[in-house]
């Protein structure tokens, strides 16, 4: 139930926005406590807001899912910023992030949340965009969640032909020394990075 100081549509934006992927409407009405009468108006009300603005995003009605997404007029200026951040090099927070996928997939996004402790979906779509991870289907849990593998590619950027030849994990005192070293330097080595965060383990 959602607490009564909260704005209703709000939370309902708020809450699709951070879905990120589509998300099922059963899904926003156990969470809210709502009718799916009052669901139903809300999200109308707030497609109709973004359509008569002519906003750059739209929220997508999908049968039984919602989901935000930019207009497809957009697209190619999104795609031109989006080749210019695949070119980047990967922070560190991305690289703790595939290090994790790459020692105990097939993962979920709340496993490696849980590990970090903090919100990891950006990052995990950072890397599902540089093709260095990939969803590699759904637990058979509630809500179903997608689950994460590395690719092929990112065997191909670390030089190595299977997964089994991904260095062991180094102690925690090890570690914490390729950590502060990585910290001293603008952009630190990928290997290093891969193996810092021991005592997470995963």
């Not at 009468?37 to 002519?54: A, F, G, H, T």
């Not at 750059?56 to 999908?62: F, R, S």
């Not at 990052?123 to 969803?135: D, G, H, K, M, P």
């Not at 005192?173 to 603008?186: D, P, R, S, W, Y």
């Amino acid at each position: 139930m959602i607490d009564e100081t909260i704005n209703f549509k709000g939370a309902v934006e708020a809450i699709v926005f951070a879905s990120g992927e589509p998300i099922e409407r059963l899904r926003l009405i156990e969470a809210l406590g709502c009718t799916p009468e009052r669901l139903d108006s809300v999200l109308n009300e707030i497609k109709n807001e973004y359509d008569d603005r002519e906003s750059a995003v739209q929220l997508l009605l999908l049968g039984s899912k919602v989901q935000f997404a930019t207009r497809s007029k957009y697209a190619e200026a999104i795609r031109n910023v989006l080749d210019l951040k695949r070119n980047q090099p990967l922070s560190p927070a991305a690289f703790e992030v595939l290090a994790i996928i790459a020692y105990n997939q097939p993962v979920t996004r709340a496993f490696v949340e849980q590990i970090r402790g903090v919100d990891c979906g950006g990052v995990i779509n950072t890397l599902c965009q540089r093709n260095l991870v990939e969803e590699c289907g759904r637990l058979d849990l509630p809500g179903r969640p997608l689950i994460y593998c590395t690719t092929a590619e990112f065997l191909r950027c670390f030089c190595m032909s299977t997964l089994a030849e991904l260095p062991d994990i180094p102690d925690s005192k090890t570690a914490a020394q390729v950590l502060e070293n990585i910290q001293t330097k603008e952009t630190g080595e990928i290997e290093g990075q891969l193996s810092i965060f021991e005592e997470e383990k995963i």
